[in-house]
């Protein structure tokens, strides 16, 4: 049971190309997440989607677009990348909105240039 | 702004001893949820507690809710080298489906 798969593990920008992070999860769960972690700040909150079909901003959403492309996969897109944006990127999904512990990828480490 | 914040943002006790870590937040919450991360990797849940609950525990873990002065506390008995991680708060406001994360406090267990 892999739980929740995030992919690319690593990658390298310039500033102003764009990408797109993948998640997929194999859990059935309803509701997915989008966090960033810098030095010292903590988790916070990009985009949420709570169930298929929904996507709402969370606490830093600007800079970034997302996609919950069905039940299993959400992703995050960085349109115009930018050095602000380098990061450690984590997805995690909960089976339900409210109420639930979320279960986390291994995340994705961007640097942009 | 962050909804949590630990204290203290780090830690270092000798195995044996016990380590406490305590969250504040700053608005009404459905429930409180601790997690531990070990260097390099994502979070790993360990606790939730529901706003009309006051204590849980669970194995080594203690964790206590006083929704009157808005913070939780963590504790870890009888620490192991093993419990070498960042542990972090995080709370669900009601009728918002987020979970916003503290800032996390850094333990190290010396062996």
């Known amino acids: 049971n892999a739980g929740v798969t995030q992919t690319p593990k690593f990658q390298v920008l310039k500033t102003g190309q764009s990408m797109t992070l993948q998640c997929a999860q194999d859990?059935?769960?309803?509701?997915m997440y989008w966090y960033r972690q810098d030095p010292g700040m903590g988790l916070r909150l990009i985009y949420y989607?709570?169930?298929?079909?929904?996507?709402d901003k969370g606490e830093v959403p600007n800079g970034y677009n997302v996609s919950r492309l069905n039940k299993r996969e959400f992703s995050l897109r960085l349109e115009s990348a930018a050095p602000s944006q380098t990061s450690v990127y984590f997805c995690?999904?909960?089976?339900?909105?409210?109420?639930?512990?979320?279960?986390f990828g291994s995340g994705t480490q961007l640097s942009v240039l | 702004s962050q909804q949590g914040e630990e204290d203290p943002q780090a830690l270092s006790i000798q195995e044996g001893e016990n380590a406490t870590m305590n969250c504040s937040y700053k608005t009404s919450i459905n429930n409180l949820q601790w997690y531990r991360q070990n260097s390099g990797r994502g979070l790993v849940h360990l606790i939730l507690i529901r706003s009309n609950e006051r204590e849980k525990h669970s194995g080594r873990l203690r964790v206590t809710l006083d929704t009157s002065k808005k913070s939780s506390s963590l504790l870890i008995t009888a620490s192991r080298a093993a419990d070498t991680a960042s542990y972090f708060c995080?709370?669900?406001?009601?009728?918002?489906?987020?979970?916003?994360f503290g800032t996390g406090t850094r333990l190290k267990v010396l062996a």
């Open positions: 995690a999904s909960s089976e339900r909105p409210s109420g639930e512990k979320l279960f």
């Open positions: 859990m059935n769960h309803n509701s």
């Open positions: 995080a709370t669900e406001e009601p009728g918002t489906y987020k979970y916003i």
């Open positions: 989607s709570a169930s298929e079909g929904t996507t």
